[in-house]
């Protein structure tokens, strides 16, 4: 079907579309200078706007502490879960010492670093805290930070629930025996992991095969790792003198 003609346009019609056209484009370019404008005014970090981004989270109480409230609203502004393991990046940068908390003194630093004042700067910053675990070296002081951060601060060792929560944040997508670990975990008779079993279980993770080839019996491995690897060979029925070895 062929397309109709078109109208030819009149003077006064071609003079309004031009008008129309020069005000959108007039619209269009003020808005962006707008915007660039206070892109610019937000761009630099401010010490003053952080400690008042601060203060929207604390109470006249305890103006000086983000407590578990705050750290609800927070992480609802930013867009996470409390659980979510950027969270326990975002704690490593600010040096945070008790799980579920965040001091004035402990927010400016991290943020300072981050140079982040502001929820639209820390969104932007989640990605690039996430990155971070990509990197081994940083994921393995990370992991150590963890164990101090999420233990009771009056108990040298970190009860079971606890860890097994933290491992499975820290460990649960990366380690392929993860769910074999939680499973020895949960039928043993661990009611706490110190730290020294804590730091083995993450070089365990990374250096021991799937099929525990690797694994010397003999070697400085804790107790409780020469268990597990005991308790899965059992599972497997690859237990030297079991009945399917005869």
Same mark, same amino acid.
Request: aromatic share 10%.
């Given at each position: 079907?062929?397309?109709? /003609?078109? &109208?030819? !346009?009149?003077?006064? #019609?071609?003079?309004?579309?031009?008008?129309?056209?020069?005000?959108?484009?007039?619209?269009?370019?003020?808005?962006?200078?707008?915007?660039?404008?206070?892109? &610019?005014? $937000?761009? @630099?970090?401010?010490? /003053?706007?952080?400690?008042?981004?601060?203060?929207?989270?604390?109470?006249?109480?305890?103006? #000086? +502490?983000?407590? !578990?409230?705050?750290?609800?609203?927070?992480? $609802?502004? =930013? @867009?996470?879960?409390?659980?979510?393991?950027?969270?326990?990046?975002?704690?490593? /940068?600010?040096?945070?010492? %008790?799980?579920?908390?965040?001091?004035?003194?402990?927010?400016?630093?991290?943020?300072?670093?981050?140079?982040?004042?502001?929820?639209?700067?820390?969104?932007?910053?989640?990605?690039?805290?996430?990155?971070?675990?990509?990197? !081994?070296?940083?994921? /393995?002081?990370?992991?150590?930070?963890?164990?101090?951060?999420?233990?009771?601060? #009056?108990?040298?060792?970190?009860?079971?629930? +606890?860890?097994?929560?933290?491992?499975?944040?820290?460990?649960?997508?990366?380690? +392929?025996?993860?769910?074999?670990?939680?499973?020895?975990? $949960?039928?043993?008779?661990?009611?706490?992991?110190?730290?020294? %079993?804590?730091?083995? =279980?993450? $070089?365990?993770? &990374? +250096?021991?095969?799937?099929?525990?080839?690797?694994?010397?019996?003999?070697?400085?491995? !804790?107790?409780?790792?020469?268990?597990?690897?005991?308790?899965?060979?059992?599972? &497997?029925?690859?237990?030297?003198?079991?009945?399917?070895?005869?």
């Amino acid at each position: 079907m062929p397309r109709g /003609k078109r &109208r030819a !346009p009149e003077i006064g #019609d071609n003079m309004d579309g031009q008008s129309k056209r020069a005000r959108t484009s007039y619209i269009t370019i003020a808005t962006q200078q707008s915007s660039r404008r206070h892109i &610019r005014a $937000e761009d @630099g970090f401010s010490q /003053k706007r952080c400690l008042a981004w601060f203060h929207e989270y604390t109470t006249p109480d305890e103006p #000086d +502490t983000l407590g !578990p409230d705050g750290m609800e609203k927070f992480c $609802e502004d =930013i @867009g996470v879960e409390p659980e979510n393991i950027v969270m326990l990046v975002l704690a490593y /940068k600010m040096g945070a010492t %008790q799980m579920g908390f965040f001091s004035q003194q402990e927010w400016l630093k991290g943020l300072t670093d981050l140079e982040c004042d502001s929820t639209a700067k820390m969104v932007v910053k989640l990605d690039y805290l996430r990155s971070i675990l990509n990197d !081994p070296n940083s994921f /393995k002081s990370i992991y150590r930070y963890a164990y101090d951060f999420a233990k009771d601060s #009056d108990q040298r060792s970190m009860d079971i629930l +606890t860890a097994k929560a933290m491992l499975q944040l820290l460990l649960g997508k990366h380690w +392929t025996l993860y769910p074999q670990f939680a499973q020895f975990l $949960e039928q043993s008779k661990y009611k706490v992991i110190n730290k020294d %079993q804590w730091c083995n =279980i993450l $070089e365990f993770s &990374r +250096t021991i095969c799937i099929d525990l080839s690797n694994y010397d019996i003999d070697g400085a491995w !804790p107790v409780m790792l020469d268990e597990f690897v005991e308790w899965l060979r059992l599972q &497997r029925g690859l237990v030297v003198g079991s009945s399917g070895s005869s």
